[in-house]
């Protein structure tokens, strides 16, 4: 059984930041920002921030000694925070991790997808917990060479990768390529129905 005493939390913390949590409408909570600007913060593509910046929320987490980072051990992420139509990124054995929190609309029009339209086909219920339709925990980052997509992007208002092109839905699945197969799903359970484990699955730790 893991020891829970050792296990880090993913915590809110206000710094400037290149990838903040991001609403439904593309804007920052806190600012005026619009889907292109901030498509244009998180790709890098220009980046100043002053004195004066506005202090955007974003996920970090607490650093654990150096023997818990070792084993790679769970994460703990308290959802409550987390408004309906944000996406907030939280790294797990240094691998950066969406935790989406989805509206009606998302999650019907994630489940009435035809599996002969998906490149990867995978059901919108076999991606999520049961009971949990709402919350999608999906790893960050575009399966074709690793780039990191942008939420609320594209045809499918999933993720858009800024690299090459590829288009994820809204339960992370592949829509338009290159990218071959599904943002994949990391082990995690629900502790709480406000607080997720990442890295642990049924009660049992990830290898």
């Known amino acids: 059984m893991a020891n829970h005493s050792a296990t880090p939390s993913a915590n809110y913390a206000a ?10 409408d593309g804007t920052i909570p806190g600012t005026d920002g619009t889907r292109r600007d901030f498509m244009f913060l998180a790709t890098g593509a220009a980046l100043a921030v002053g ?4 202090a955007w929320p974003f996920v970090a987490s607490m650093a654990p000694d ?10 703990e992420v308290d959802l409550t ?3 309906e139509g944000q996406i907030v990124n939280v790294f797990w054995r240094g691998k950066l991790i969406f935790v989406r929190h989805r509206t009606e609309k998302e999650i019907k029009e994630a489940a009435a997808v035809p599996m002969k339209d998906l490149i990867d086909p ?44 590829s288009l994820y839905d809204t339960s992370g699945r592949v829509r338009r390529g290159p990218a071959p197969t599904n943002l994949p799903v990391p082990p995690y359970g629900f502790e709480t129905a406000t607080k997720i484990r990442i890295g642990e699955e ?3 730790a990830a290898a």
């Open 122 to 165: 995978q059901a919108d219920a076999a991606r999520v917990k049961d009971g949990h339709a709402q919350w999608l925990v999906v790893y960050g980052n575009c399966t074709h060479l690793g780039c990191v997509p942008i939420g609320h992007q594209g045809q499918y208002e999933g993720w858009s990768c800024p690299c090459h092109g």
């Open 15 to 24: 710094a400037p930041s290149a990838n903040p949590v991001v609403n439904a």
């Open 51 to 54: 004195a004066g910046a506005l």
């Open 202 to 204: 049924g009660g049992k």
């Open 81 to 83: 925070p987390i408004q």
């Open 66 to 75: 150096a023997e818990t980072i070792a084993a790679g051990a769970p994460l």
